[in-house]
């Protein structure tokens, strides 16, 4: 399996702070993505990364891909009490139709 | 614009008892559709997938079933729950052949709890 793996499984910081989260996976993808989840909903697609790609920048989120590490991390920048979900990064294999997703990061901004 | 509904949001049901639960998607034909389930402090675990009515992969053999009777409609059936069955039920819709990148588009989630 080419589950990802994010890291830190929780991370807590206050508001207009950076929050980092880091994604592991184990083999060759065509893309990253990186999704939210507020408690007890539905995933929401935040920003993808093709394998050819090194920075994606949406908003106040910044995506690195690392193929040779084979690692993605994502920076919410400013936080703000409303970031605070699960964020899960999701790869895709270079064919198929199926998502494997992380275990998720669960990030808690504070006023 | 496109619409994902499934249901019912919650529901307990007893060992043994049957399942359903249905994902109807609107705005957009022949969209792959997908079932997750996502167990309690875990990730998401893909169970189903289907690119068309009547085809249906399955990534994880379980006690679940799954049907596409119809274009936009996906359906996630047990004969006899277990209580490993538990969890948050996820059902998402994607593009078909979008450009390679398969980026999902989430349903709320359906709760189940079998005791």
């Known amino acids: 399996s080419q589950q990802g793996e994010e890291d830190p499984q929780a991370l807590s910081i206050q508001e207009g702070e950076n929050a980092t989260m880091n994604c592991s996976y184990k083999?060759?993808?065509?893309?990253l993505q990186w999704y939210r989840q507020n408690s007890g909903r539905g995933l929401v697609h935040l920003i993808l990364?093709?394998?050819?790609?090194r920075e994606k920048h949406s908003g106040r989120l910044r995506v690195t891909l690392d193929t040779s590490k084979k690692s993605s991390s994502l920076l919410i920048t400013a936080s703000r009490a409303a970031d605070t979900a699960s964020y899960f990064c999701a790869t895709s294999r270079n064919s198929g139709y199926a998502l494997n997703f992380g275990k998720g990061t669960s990030l808690l901004v504070t006023p | 614009s496109q619409t994902i509904h499934q249901w019912p949001a919650t529901l307990v049901q007893p060992v043994g008892s049957p399942l359903s639960l249905e994902c109807t998607v609107e705005?957009?034909?022949?969209?792959?559709l997908y079932w997750y389930r996502q167990a309690a402090g875990r990730g998401l675990q893909l169970l189903f997938y289907s690119v068309g009515i009547g085809q249906i992969s399955s990534e994880v053999p379980q006690n679940l079933s799954a049907s596409r009777p119809q274009d936009r409609q996906f359906i996630l059936s047990s004969k006899k729950l277990l209580l490993s069955d538990s969890g948050f039920y996820l059902c998402?819709?994607?593009?078909?052949?979008?450009?390679?990148?398969?980026?999902?588009?989430f349903g709320a989630g359906s709760r189940l709890t079998v005791l």
């Open positions: 705005g957009t034909s022949n969209p792959n």
């Open positions: 998402a819709w994607s593009v078909q052949g979008g450009s390679g990148a398969n980026v999902l588009t």
């Open positions: 990364i093709r394998s050819n790609e």
């Open positions: 083999t060759s993808i065509n893309n």
